[in-house]
């Protein structure tokens, strides 16, 4: 029997004044897309910004549904509408951004699992690793550099073939 141990890097940030004028635009990206959220029952509101390899910075936003489940996160809703507009173009980083009307969400949001499965489909897809920044409405910024970091021992094609 063997131990399998994972390590993780992540990068943090105080706050946005220490991010790169490239980040700090996709961050602005995605501040205005979490302000066309549509969530009217969470009060939870994400908003998302891709920076493709072809300089397109692609944006997206939770969307909720009186039939909750039928509902969807900002991030799928990002890196779907990107694939859907340029397929075979790469990403290269995704911007994650929420703020609640309950509270001040003064730590960084992570993507939720299934969201962290969508960003695994991509990587393998496009043999490129994504980063992945995210955030609060204020305070620390989180940056991974590949989904990996996130979802260790992710289910992919290979297990497909
Ligand atoms: N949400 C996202 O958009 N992304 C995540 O990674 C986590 C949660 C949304 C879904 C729902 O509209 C609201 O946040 C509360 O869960």
Redesign the pocket.
């Known amino acids: 029997m063997n131990e399998l141990k994972f390590t993780s890097k992540f990068i943090l940030y105080k706050n946005s004044s220490e991010l790169s004028e490239l980040d700090n635009n996709l961050l602005l990206k995605a501040i205005e897309a979490r302000n066309n959220?549509y969530?009217p029952?969470?009060k939870?509101?994400?908003g998302?910004a891709l920076l493709l390899d072809n300089g397109s910075i692609i944006q997206g936003?939770?969307?909720?549904n009186a039939a909750y489940p039928s509902?969807?996160?900002?991030?799928?809703?990002a890196i779907w509408n990107a694939a859907s507009q340029f397929p075979d173009v790469i990403i290269e980083k995704i911007f994650?951004s929420?703020k609640s009307e309950n509270k001040v969400v003064d730590k960084p949001?992570?993507?939720?699992g299934?969201?962290r499965q969508t960003i695994a489909e991509y990587e393998v897809k496009q043999v490129q690793e994504i980063e992945i920044l995210f955030t609060g409405e204020t305070g620390k910024i989180i940056k991974a550099y590949s989904i990996s970091d996130l979802l260790p021992l992710a289910f992919d094609n290979s297990f497909l073939k």
Not at 61 to 64: G, H, S, T
């Open positions: 959220a969530a029952y969470s939870f509101c994400v998302v936003n939770n969307q909720e509902g969807m996160c900002a991030e799928r809703v994650i929420a949001v992570s993507p939720c299934a969201c």
